[in-house]
């Protein structure tokens, strides 16, 4: 990026931001300390990143390393989101990195993608992030639906069900919930948004037909990925959950 480029870029940042918080602070909405503190921390990751992934580019073997790290972020991030302790660590983690893998191997077994540490960290990454944020919804999802309707798992448990089988109806919900906005974000694509690797590869140069053919498979990655993740979560957290007393489940 040029000089040049990166005033204008500052720039229109600058714009968008001062609409933001126009209209919010007109509007009384609360949230004004917390968006700049957002927007700064977000440019100064970024460029860390861009950093950190041109010296992976350039040092390819590095790549697996530098995914191991994103997932071992993610697990803690949603493992923090969910809320049942650090001693649900490694099972979150397990269901992140099995919900990336399931997507990420088929892509590379094919061909689909050309394997590459500037393909296979984007994609990656991508993955990771969709397998997180499964885990989150779905985590966080059933822990508060069980809080709420305690009364029932206690039902089931009364006529002899295990734990895990007394949350059944409640993880099945849950996981349902936390795929809903990948399958509408799949089913909207191109009507209602660009979705953003599209609009990154037209920008990057490529045609019309390549950006379709990643973006397609980002999306449905991105859906194999949120399937397992999610189902494995609930699976994994079931037992815990089911056999917990209201106060441990809040």
Do not use: D, E
């Given at each position: 990026m040029t000089g040049g480029s990166a005033l204008r870029t500052g720039l229109a940042l600058l714009v968008l931001l001062a609409v933001f918080l126009a209209v919010t602070t007109a509007a009384r909405v609360p949230v004004r300390r917390d968006t700049v503190v957002a927007v700064l921390r977000g440019a100064v990751q970024l460029v860390a990143v861009a950093v950190v992934i041109a010296w992976v580019f350039r040092h390819p073997a590095a790549a697996g390393l530098y995914l191991a790290v994103m997932v071992s972020v993610a697990a803690w991030t949603a493992t923090r989101r969910i809320g049942l302790g650090p001693r649900t660590l490694a099972r979150v983690g397990l269901a992140v990195l099995a919900g990336a893998t399931t997507a990420v191997v088929p892509v590379v077994a094919s061909g689909a993608l050309v394997v590459g540490a500037p393909t296979l960290v984007p994609f990656g990454a991508q993955m990771i992030g969709g397998a997180m944020a499964a885990a989150s919804v779905t985590g966080l999802r059933l822990r508060e639906d069980?809080?709420?309707e305690w009364d029932v798992v206690e039902g089931w448990l009364a006529l002899g069900a295990t734990g895990r089988q007394a949350v059944a109806g409640h993880a099945r919900r849950a996981v349902a919930r936390a795929l809903v906005p990948g399958i509408d974000q799949t089913r909207s694509a191109g009507l209602v948004t660009l979705p953003g690797a599209f609009v990154g590869l037209l920008l990057g140069g490529a045609s019309p037909a390549e950006a379709a053919q990643v973006q397609v498979l980002v999306l449905v990655g991105l859906l194999a990925a949120q399937a397992v993740s999610?189902?494995?979560?609930?699976?994994?957290?079931?037992?815990?959950l089911g056999a917990a007393r209201p106060a441990a489940v809040v």
């Open positions: 069980l809080r709420t999610g189902v494995l979560t609930t699976s994994l957290l079931a037992g815990r």
